[in-house]
């Protein structure tokens, strides 16, 4: 139940087009989802996150979506391009739990 | 304003041997955590301090690990003795109390690899 499950795996996507990630969640606990990207050699940073008051964020090229009935969320990056590869982590937490459980991470490779 | 800090950012050690990393949040953080990093998997969570007190150890193997953070600012993880398991990243991450969520900032870790 504590699992948050992240697909695909590795992602191939062509400059400028739309790169989607999936996350779902069984714990209806949670009620913040946070979206990592992390570059070789560098830790996790913060790139987006969404409470389950809303049902979609956008911050420039990248947007959450959010179903709560479904208990899933994704990663949509809009016009995606080179320097967006790299691997991203979705992750999930209760308030006052300070406790990020993170998906396996995808792998997302633009071409130019 | 500057990051979490981390050293040494590689680390290669023989199986058996001790190991210890260490870590400086960023200024005026007082939750730190320090998470392992298998190859392809997401952070894992292994012990979270508030302040000095460790109050979440419940993921740190704790006949081989241990942690402290004993003025509530710098923190250092060690193993000992290592095993050919323990190879992985171990990344700190650091946050600030007043934040609801607490926002959680990364470190660059360090990459231990045991031969």
């Known amino acids: 139940q504590q699992q948050v499950k992240q697909s695909p795996q590795s992602l191939i996507v062509q400059k400028g087009g739309i790169s989607i990630i999936n996350c779902a969640y069984e714990?209806?606990?949670?009620?913040?989802f946070p979206w990592y990207q992390q570059f070789p050699g560098k830790g996790p940073a913060l790139l987006i996150a969404?409470?389950?008051?809303?049902s979609e964020k956008k911050e420039g090229r990248f947007t959450i979506s959010f179903n709560k009935s479904a208990k899933q969320f994704s990663l949509h990056i809009m016009d995606s391009q080179p320097g967006d590869s790299a691997t991203y982590f979705c992750?999930?937490?209760?308030?006052?739990?300070?406790?990020?459980?993170f998906g396996t991470g995808t792998r997302l490779k633009v071409l130019a | 304003e500057a990051g979490v800090v981390q050293s040494p950012r590689y680390k290669i050690i023989e199986k058996k041997q001790p190991v210890a990393f260490w870590c400086n949040p960023i200024?005026?953080?007082?939750?730190l955590y320090w998470y392992r990093q298998n190859l392809g998997q997401g952070p894992e969570l292994l012990i979270r301090?508030?302040?000095?007190?460790?109050?979440?150890d419940s993921q740190l193997p704790k006949d081989r690990f241990s942690a402290e953070r004993l003025k509530g600012v710098d923190s250092t993880l060690k193993i000992q003795p290592a095993e050919l398991g323990d190879s992985a990243v171990y990344l700190c991450?650091?946050?600030?109390?007043?934040?609801?969520?607490?926002?959680?900032?990364f470190g660059p870790g360090t990459r231990l690899t045991v031969l």
């Open positions: 200024s005026g953080h007082n939750t």
């Open positions: 969404i409470r389950p008051d809303v």
């Open positions: 991450a650091s946050s600030f109390d007043g934040d609801s969520y607490n926002e959680q900032f």
């Open positions: 301090y508030e302040n000095e007190e460790a109050v979440d």
């Open positions: 992750a999930a937490s209760a308030l006052g739990t300070y406790k990020y459980i």
């Open positions: 714990n209806t606990a949670f009620d913040y």
